[in-house]
């Protein structure tokens, strides 16, 4: 069947823009995970839905950004005035018990 | 509060020979572990988990990992590395004790299997 899906692979933003990153999760799964990777670094959390309930939000770096999941399936993570530290592969992941399945991750870079 | 530590942060190794990928974990409750692939430009692939029960765990490729907790650890193997192998590696740390599920992620090893 079908992975999780991101869109779009790749994302260039002018420092100031804003910026936004959608993901289709596998169909079914309740939960889906946001993450940041830095070059170099393993996945870092941001933020989890149960459907269509964010229910936790404690890693999202600042107040510019900002999650949704309005209908329980599709989830998009939006950035306000995106800044250089702001690069960076953003995954996201969907689980339906303990294993969670990652999407190839949108590529940020803020320039 | 929770950690993963990878110990090695690049394993070179030759093809056929044997790999350990280290992995140590502190936590004060209860977890269940992963270990993840992840090819270049790509996104993380499961290679196998640990949630209960045996502490040998079998995965796919034909690695597999040893929870062991009087150690904290949770070591990566393959007896015979193939040049396809070639990729980071992360080991990731969930907890029964009441998050949600996210997962804590070491910094990553990568492996380069050469000929």
């Known amino acids: 069947g079908a992975g999780v899906s991101q869109s779009p692979r790749y994302k260039v933003a002018k420092r100031g823009q804003d910026v936004a990153l959608r993901c289709d999760p596998i169909s079914g799964h309740v939960s889906l995970f946001w993450y940041q990777q830095a070059l170099g670094q393993g996945p870092e959390f941001l933020t989890y839905f149960q459907n269509e309930a964010q229910l936790d939000k404690s890693g999202l770096p600042s107040d510019r950004f900002f999650a949704e999941r309005p209908e329980g399936s599709v989830s998009t993570l939006k950035i306000q005035r995106t800044q250089q530290e702001d690069s960076a592969v953003y995954l996201c992941?969907?689980?339906?018990?303990?294993?969670?399945?990652f999407g190839p991750g949108t590529r940020l870079t803020v320039t | 509060a929770q950690s993963v530590t990878q110990l090695d942060s690049q394993v070179p190794v030759f093809e056929e020979a044997p790999v350990e990928l280290r992995c140590n974990y502190s936590s004060s409750v209860s977890v269940y572990l992963f270990w993840y692939v992840q090819y270049p430009n790509q996104g993380l692939q499961l290679l196998l988990k640990?949630?209960?029960?045996?502490?040998l765990v079998k995965g796919i490729n034909g690695f597999e990992a040893e929870f062991n907790k009087s150690q904290t650890s949770f070591h990566l193997r393959k007896p015979s590395v193939h040049i396809s192998d070639t990729a980071e590696y992360f080991c990731a740390l969930g907890d029964y004790g009441g998050s949600q599920g996210n997962l804590i992620f070491g910094k990553g090893t990568k492996l380069s299997v050469k000929p």
């Open positions: 640990y949630l209960s029960g045996s502490t």
């Open positions: 992941a969907s689980s339906l018990s303990y294993e969670q399945y």
